[in-house]
């Protein structure tokens, strides 16, 4: 762990990270990478890193990237994502359908599920 200025909060968060990525199957050298570069960015967006370059500081937070990123937008989620879901659901007739039958037969079953 490329530490020596790292808060508890910051190790948590880093030992965190690299379990999740290790446990979704990335090798363990690049888990840690990653993890080391998340977790300095945080610091550098929160003002706890030394250093820090502009493209870090300007960037929004983690979380709220990932909220802005998740497909909700003009576009809505991919095809390959809207089959998967599909697939995974069990939706008969998936395969001929086009995106827009699968948000329909996806949003219908969401509907009825809950």
Not at 39 to 46: D, G, I, L, P, T
Not at 72 to 89: D, K, S
Not at 91 to 99: D, E, T
């Amino acid at each position: 762990m490329p530490v020596n200025a790292w808060s508890k909060k910051r190790e948590r968060q880093y030992a965190h990270i690299k379990e999740s990525l290790v446990k979704h199957g990335k090798r363990k050298q690049l888990a840690e990478e990653i993890a080391a570069r998340t977790v300095n960015k945080e610091r550098a967006q929160h003002g706890e890193a030394e250093q820090a370059s502009s493209s870090s500081l300007k960037d929004i937070s983690a979380g709220r990237r990932g909220g802005l990123r998740s497909h909700r937008g003009a576009g809505g989620r991919t095809f390959a994502q809207l089959y998967n879901e599909a697939r995974q659901r069990g939706v008969k007739g998936r395969s001929k359908m086009n995106k827009a039958q699968l948000e329909h037969a996806l949003g219908a079953r969401r509907a009825s599920q809950g």
